[in-house]
T-cell receptor, first 118, second 113 residues
Framework: GAGVSQSPSNKVTEKGKDVELRCDPI?????LYWYRQRLGQGLEFLIY????????KSGLPSDRFSAERTGESVSTLTIQRTQQEDSAVYLC????????????????FGPGTRLLVL | AQSVTQLGSHVSVSEGALVLLRCNYS??????LFWYVQYPNQGLQLLLK??????LVKGINGFEAEFKKSETSFHLTKPSAHMSDAAEYFC???????????FGQGTELSVKP
């Protein structure tokens, strides 16, 4: 079946502009995560949505970052007033629910959005 | 707090040689442990995971890893490297089933002919 998809694949923006990144999870997956991968560094957790529960926003680096998810489908990550240090690859992942008992720990990753802030 | 340390940001092996990528974790509770691989310009793909069942875990592409609680380690091995194994490898820990992943810094594996 289709995997996690993200758009755009690449985004170049000017410092101070707002950007929106989109993630389409695997159909039926109840959990969705956003991570950031800066050049030469590991992945940093940003935010986690699980069903109708309040999202875990503990990884968002500043109040310029926000994310929304519509039900158990699409999510958008918004970065306001972008800064050069926001340049990174933003990865989205989704995970099955409890009905897939054998696989409920596995996060499936999309290809990422490469963001460059000039 | 949980953390993951991958020893060696870059490892180079010859084709056919043993691959050993090291991962140590810190967790106050029994962890869930993962190895992911990232090929150039692609997303992360799960290689294998430890979820408190067998301590020796076999994954895709001939990789395996052994959970050693006493050493807080989860090293990744493959008996014989292939050129196609060249990629970046990430070790990750989660303390809740399905919770957020805490990643190591990654190890870039190069395979020489």
């Amino acid at each position: 079946g289709a995997g996690v998809s993200q758009s755009p694949s690449n985004k170049v923006t000017e410092k101070g502009k707002d950007v929106e990144l989109r993630c389409d999870p695997i159909s039926g997956h109840t959990a969705l995560y956003w991570y950031r991968q800066r050049l030469g560094q590991g992945l940093e957790f940003l935010i986690y949505f699980q069903g109708n529960s309040a999202p875990d926003k503990s990884g968002l680096p500043s109040d310029r970052f926000s994310a929304e998810r519509t039900g158990e489908s699409v999510s958008t990550l918004t970065i306001q007033r972008t800064q050069q240090e926001d340049s990174a690859v933003y990865l989205c992942a989704s995970r099955p629910g409890l009905e897939r008992e054998w696989d409920q720990e596995t996060q499936y990753f999309g290809p990422g959005t490469r963001l460059l802030v000039l | 707090a949980q953390s993951v340390t991958q020893l060696g940001s870059h490892v180079s092996v010859s084709e056919g040689a043993l691959v050993l990528l090291r991962c140590n974790y810190s967790s106050s509770v029994p962890p869930y442990l993962f190895w992911y691989v990232q090929y150039p310009n692609q997303g992360l793909q799960l290689l294998l995971k430890y979820t408190s069942a067998a301590t020796l875990v076999k994954g895709i592409n001939g990789f395996e890893a052994e959970f050693k609680k006493s050493e807080t380690s989860f090293h990744l091995t493959k008996p014989s490297a292939h050129m196609s194994d060249a990629a970046e490898y990430f070790c990750a820990v989660s303390v809740h089933q399905g919770g957020k992943l805490i990643f190591g810094q990654g190890t870039e594996l190069s395979v020489k002919p």
